[in-house]
């Protein structure tokens, strides 16, 4: 089934505000073709960066959310202000939330469903660590990750899953094509599996670690790649936007 590719850059704890806006304004201005495209800035740029693009197809995305609605939960951000500001996707799970803020599963699983519930389109990051490939381990990782999902999905285009080996991520060291399509052609049996195969069909599934303009062709034409999380590479417009154009 055709797919629209889904190009998403993380900027992670990256960028000044001014540095962010200009960023912004590069990437929807240089933003054709037939990919989808989105940027992730830190929180406190949404909404400079949401005016920024405005007007443009860039869709601006958050990097985390806390899942309650509101109250006594000092420092976290609602899915409601994050609509409030312009957000239309959110990432769930990704692996330096997982290892480095040591996220438990259940907590990444409420904050999927708190995403989901609110209509926001859902980034859900999964991946294996290098000695959990090492072991043999690669599928069962990405399954118990997937598990964190609701049991039921109402519409497959508000799900996104992002699969990024660990051993990856700012590494400069990229799965290769053919590892990225096996994690990933599991990846749609186990979503086929729990949801059914049109759901599971229409799901995009992206790769993100050490994608480069350089690299982009090749893992974007994989049959089950649909897309790209970008980390570094996202940072400068020229190599984002040259990920953004090897995606068909
Ligand atoms: C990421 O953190 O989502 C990522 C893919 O980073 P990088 O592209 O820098 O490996």
């Known amino acids: 089934m055709a797919r629209t590719p889904f190009i998403a850059g993380n900027w992670k ?10 960023l912004a304004t590069a990437i929807a201005a240089g933003t054709k073709g037939p990919a989808e495209v989105g940027i992730a800035p830190p929180f406190v740029y ?9 007007g443009s197809a860039v869709k601006v995305g958050a990097q985390d959310v806390y899942f309650e609605k509101s109250g006594a939960f000092t420092g976290e951000i609602s899915v409601a202000m994050l609509k409030d500001v312009g957000v239309s996707f959110v990432l ?10 040591m996220e438990k599963p259940e907590l990444v699983g409420k904050k999927a469903a708190a995403v989901l519930d609110a209509g ?26 997937l598990d964190e999902l609701p049991a039921t999905i109402a519409d497959p285009a508000k799900l996104v899953i992002a699969y990024e080996p660990v051993w990856a991520i700012g590494t400069g060291r990229t799965a290769t094509d053919a590892q990225a399509q096996e994690v990933h052609a599991y990846i749609r049996g186990a979503l086929a599996k729990k ?19 350089d690299n982009a062709a090749g893992l974007l034409g994989q049959t089950d790649v649909d897309g790209g999380l970008i980390g570094g590479a996202a940072l400068k417009a020229e190599s984002f936007l040259g990920i953004v154009n090897a995606a068909k």
Do not use: W
Not at 13 to 22: D, F, L, P, R
Not at 46 to 54: E, G, H, N, Q, T
Not at 196 to 206: E, L, N, P, S, T
């Open 46 to 54: 949404l909404d400079a960066v949401s005016a920024a693009v405005k």
């Open 13 to 22: 704890m990256n960028t000044t505000k001014a540095e962010a806006v200009a």
């Open 92 to 101: 769930t799970g990704h692996s330096e939330r997982r290892h480095v803020l």
């Open 195 to 213: 949801y059914g195969k049109d759901f599971a069909d229409a799901v995009r599934i992206q790769y993100g670690g050490s994608m480069k303009p």
């Open 120 to 145: 926001l389109i859902l980034v859900h990051c999964v991946g294996e660590k290098l000695e959990e490939r090492d072991n043999g381990t690669t599928f069962a990782v990405c399954q118990a990750q």
